[in-house]
């Protein structure tokens, strides 16, 4: 009984109830005769004196049952502990030659979903990322959470690459890396891939030999092969051709062969998935477990006082007060549900799926409302459920609301408001100077427009001046041709010979002319576009540039930034970068 102990002392705390109720249920019981005791002492009468013992089984069960919850234990038992340690890598190909679509929709869709099928058939072990192109890089280091891992690979994409390329050899590499700085000497290694050429299945050998890790692969693609359709719907070609992507089967073999693992071909179903997933589930180091981790646990005992207490609940059965007040007095955790709750967190799980509309709708929380309606570009409804909050968050986002509806006015005065009360928040002042920015930008149009008009109006006036001189020039000429007509028969050779020669140059001037005509519609288009523009009330091309150059400015002002992309790549350039330093610092040595 040495190492007799409670295993949660906090539950004698409940016995201060008891040490409460005791004195005051003790007293009503002495006061609970129909006669007072003095008149019934002056009357003769004996009052039969109240039983005691409820109160004693009351004391007695209660001290039982807090003794039980305190968990008493005075043995141990031996545990062995396994040796769950293991770790796996799963290795990603994000070349542009996922881009083939021989799988429906593309070797890249397919890979991602079958790598997220993955996650959750790995429950024992810590898992890590590595995606490759030209070179391999660590995206998550080994982690047991997959939610990590879950986040990250809808984000991958050749887009996201340092360098484009296709060697599957780094890749493995990196992954032998990520296991051997954790201190794995063997584990497991998943490569998904399309294929690759035999000089770096060559090197991807060279730098398994002398490990333990083992390798399976995940084909995907097909031996057929398919030509690679970039995002923006053109084909990788070669020199004129077409490239089509095949899988060459022997050289996957000869990695699994070689480490143990196995090799799968992508199929419409989850039978590939499931194959690694049960080929990888358990870690090799899980198998081992050692004597020397052996951990002893205390039993709780407590369980052996049920016994007294169910005697106990018997006898109260007579007339059931004992136990009601057991039930009453000692402390239970009630369940509560709030309707208010679970409305919010479904509005929650529907706004991270992206449907912001329907989030606002479901939103209870004006705070949450807002956001939601200006994730969903609902500015005007944003405006009104924010308008009446005054925390800074709902305050910074009715800015933004401003902003992108175009009121600069009211977001500068709402940025500046938030300032005065919290002059540290940092999104504000930045989200200010873009404001800003997009307000001088306004102005310049308006300048712009206004100048553009009074060249409009200009331009009218001279065309009107400039037809009105035409048609007196077209009077003296009638008039000149008058005159020429009344000549007589005398000149007509001379005005033959004269017309001959007018005949010649007309052409050469209407050359010019033509030439002089494109050079004034160039100047034109130049000097007086937004004169005309202006008249149709539309913003010329300059204009649209403006625009186009302003409203992107304010895409920054989103309050939930989600750029998973923009953050890895980032991540795998400053990889990049630190290895070509290293390189460089090698070379100069």
């Given at each position: 009984?040495?190492?007799?102990?409670?295993?949660?002392?906090?539950?004698?705390?409940?016995?201060?109830?008891?040490?409460?109720?005791?004195?005051?249920?003790?007293?009503?019981?002495?006061?609970?005769?129909?006669?007072?005791?003095?008149?019934?002492?002056?009357?003769?009468?004996?009052?039969?004196?109240?039983?005691?013992?409820?109160?004693?089984?009351?004391?007695?069960?209660?001290?039982?049952?807090?003794?039980?919850?305190?968990?008493?234990?005075?043995?141990?038992?031996?545990?062995?502990?396994?040796?769950?340690?293991?770790?796996?890598?799963?290795?990603?190909?994000?070349?542009?030659?996922?881009?083939?679509?021989?799988?429906?929709?593309?070797?890249?869709?397919?890979?991602?979903?079958?790598?997220?099928?993955?996650?959750?058939?790995?429950?024992?072990?810590?898992?890590?990322?590595?995606?490759?192109?030209?070179?391999?890089?660590?995206?998550?280091?080994?982690?047991?959470?997959?939610?990590?891992?879950?986040?990250?690979?809808?984000?991958?994409?050749?887009?996201?690459?340092?360098?484009?390329?296709?060697?599957?050899?780094?890749?493995?590499?990196?992954?032998?890396?990520?296991?051997?700085?954790?201190?794995?000497?063997?584990?497991?290694?998943?490569?998904?891939?399309?294929?690759?050429?035999?000089?770096?299945?060559?090197?991807?050998?060279?730098?398994?030999?002398?490990?333990?890790?083992?390798?399976?692969?995940?084909?995907?693609?097909?031996?057929?092969?398919?030509?690679?359709?970039?995002?923006?719907?053109?084909?990788?070609?070669?020199?004129?051709?077409?490239?089509?992507?095949?899988?060459?089967?022997?050289?996957?073999?000869?990695?699994?062969?070689?480490?143990?693992?196995?090799?799968?071909?992508?199929?419409?179903?989850?039978?590939?998935?499931?194959?690694?997933?049960?080929?990888?589930?358990?870690?090799?180091?899980?198998?081992?477990?050692?004597?020397?981790?052996?951990?002893?646990?205390?039993?709780?005992?407590?369980?052996?006082?049920?016994?007294?207490?169910?005697?106990?609940?018997?006898?109260?059965?007579?007339?059931?007060?004992?136990?009601?007040?057991?039930?009453?007095?000692?402390?239970?955790?009630?369940?509560?549900?709030?309707?208010?709750?679970?409305?919010?967190?479904?509005?929650?799980?529907?706004?991270?799926?992206?449907?912001?509309?329907?989030?606002?709708?479901?939103?209870?929380?004006?705070?949450?409302?807002?956001?939601?309606?200006?994730?969903?570009?609902?500015?005007?409804?944003?405006?009104?459920?924010?308008?009446?909050?005054?925390?800074?968050?709902?305050?910074?986002?009715?800015?933004?609301?401003?902003?992108?509806?175009?009121?600069?006015?009211?977001?500068?005065?709402?940025?500046?408001?938030?300032?005065?009360?919290?002059?540290?928040?940092?999104?504000?002042?930045?989200?200010?100077?873009?404001?800003?920015?997009?307000?001088?930008?306004?102005?310049?149009?308006?300048?712009?427009?206004?100048?553009?008009?009074?060249?409009?109006?200009?331009?009218?006036?001279?065309?009107?001046?400039?037809?009105?001189?035409?048609?007196?020039?077209?009077?003296?000429?009638?008039?000149?041709?008058?005159?020429?007509?009344?000549?007589?028969?005398?000149?007509?050779?001379?005005?033959?010979?004269?017309?001959?020669?007018?005949?010649?140059?007309?052409?050469?001037?209407?050359?010019?002319?033509?030439?002089?005509?494109?050079?004034?519609?160039?100047?034109?288009?130049?000097?007086?576009?937004s004169a005309v523009t202006m008249q149709q009330g539309e913003p010329n091309g300059d204009q649209q540039q403006v625009l186009s150059v302003s409203n992107p400015i304010l895409k920054k002002l989103e309050q939930v930034p989600d750029d998973t992309a923009g953050l890895i790549r980032a991540q795998l350039m400053l990889q990049a970068q630190q290895r070509a330093e290293q390189q460089q610092s090698n070379k100069s040595w």
């Open positions: 009984m040495a190492d007799f102990t409670f295993m949660h002392p906090l539950w004698f705390a409940a016995l201060i109830p008891l040490i409460i109720v005791l004195p005051w249920l003790k007293g009503k019981a002495q006061h609970s005769g129909l006669i007072a005791p003095h008149l019934a002492q002056k009357l003769g009468l004996t009052q039969q004196q109240p039983k005691r013992w409820p109160l004693g089984l009351l004391t007695l069960g209660w001290l039982i049952a807090v003794i039980a919850m305190a968990g008493p234990s005075w043995q141990k038992v031996k545990l062995p502990a396994y040796n769950l340690s293991g770790a796996r890598v799963l290795v990603m190909n994000m070349s542009q030659s996922m881009y083939a679509t021989d799988i429906k929709p593309n070797r890249l869709t397919q890979e991602r979903f079958k790598a997220l099928d993955m996650l959750p058939g790995w429950k024992e072990g810590s898992t890590g990322l590595v995606a490759f192109a030209g070179d391999g890089y660590e995206v998550s280091p080994l982690t047991t959470d997959s939610s990590t891992l879950r986040n990250l690979i809808p984000s991958l994409s050749p887009d996201v690459m340092p360098i484009a390329g296709n060697n599957a050899a780094s890749g493995i590499a990196e992954a032998i890396r990520l296991l051997k700085q954790a201190g794995h000497n063997t584990g497991d290694i998943i490569l998904m891939t399309d294929g690759m050429s035999k000089t770096v299945a060559q090197q991807a050998l060279a730098d398994l030999k002398g490990t333990h890790y083992r390798v399976s692969i995940l084909a995907m693609g097909t031996v057929e092969g398919a030509p690679i359709q970039l995002p923006n719907g053109s084909l990788l070609s070669e020199n004129g051709t077409p490239v089509i992507s095949k899988i060459d089967i022997g050289t996957l073999m000869s990695i699994t062969d070689s480490t143990g693992g196995i090799l799968q071909m992508a199929q419409a179903t989850d039978n590939d998935v499931n194959a690694i997933v049960h080929f990888t589930a358990k870690p090799l180091d899980s198998g081992k477990k050692g004597h020397e981790k052996e951990l002893q646990e205390r039993l709780n005992g407590g369980f052996w006082l049920i016994i007294p207490l169910l005697l106990f609940a018997l006898l109260s059965f007579r007339r059931g007060v004992v136990l009601a007040a057991m039930f009453i007095l000692l402390p239970i955790d009630h369940a509560q549900a709030s309707p208010w709750t679970n409305t919010n967190r479904q509005a929650y799980e529907t706004f991270t799926d992206g449907n912001y509309k329907q989030a606002a709708q479901d939103f209870t929380s004006p705070q949450w409302k807002g956001i939601a309606e200006y994730k969903a570009k609902q500015y005007e409804q944003a405006i009104e459920t924010l308008k009446p909050l005054q925390d800074p968050t709902s305050q910074y986002n009715l800015g933004n609301a401003y902003a992108q509806k175009g009121d600069y006015k009211q977001a500068l005065e709402t940025y500046k408001k938030l300032l005065k009360q919290q002059p540290d928040f940092a999104d504000a002042k930045k989200n200010l100077a873009i404001v800003e920015q997009a307000e001088k930008q306004k102005r310049q149009q308006q300048e712009k427009k206004e100048q553009s008009g009074k060249e409009g109006k200009q331009g009218q006036q001279g065309n009107k001046d400039q037809q009105q001189q035409g048609q007196q020039d077209n009077k003296d000429q009638q008039q000149k041709a008058g005159k020429e007509g009344q000549q007589g028969q005398q000149g007509q050779d001379s005005t033959q010979q004269q017309a001959g020669k007018e005949d010649k140059q007309p052409s050469m001037s209407a050359a010019e002319k033509k030439q002089q005509d494109k050079q004034q519609d160039k100047d034109g288009k130049d000097q007086q576009p």
